[in-house]
């Protein structure tokens, strides 16, 4: 979905976001992936990305807006793909990386490392 003349949202089911949260392509200097989804989405990402015209090598950062396997879950396979920089708040870096589990008392096992 074009949010305007250089957004793009990459929409999924019900409007949920095509990895389960939003994710925006920023067309510039260079391309900009905002957030990644979950783990096992970057395939349709890149599909978006390919369908808009652009190549995956095309992107140049990938901004994550924070940690959680919704943003960053296919932030390793995206990154290799593409070759981008990645962008992130420090503090969110020992979860993205792996290197901390997910905070929270409740939370799935599988939230606990997200890529």
Do not use: C
Request: net charge positive; glycine share 14%.
């Amino acid at each position: 979905m074009q949010v305007s003349s250089r957004v793009y949202r990459f929409s999924g089911p019900l409007g949920t976001g095509v990895m389960g949260s939003n994710v925006y392509l920023l067309v510039g200097d260079g391309l900009t992936l905002v957030d990644t989804g979950f783990r096992g989405r970057a395939g349709r990402v890149l599909g978006e990305i390919r369908r808009l015209g652009y190549s995956p090598s095309d992107i140049e950062r990938i901004i994550v807006t924070h940690h959680h396997a919704d943003h960053a879950g296919s932030l390793a396979v995206l990154k290799a793909a593409t070759g981008a920089a990645v962008v992130a708040h420090p503090a969110d870096a020992p979860f993205i990386d792996g290197k901390r589990s997910q905070p929270g008392p409740s939370r799935p096992r599988w939230l606990g490392r997200v890529v």
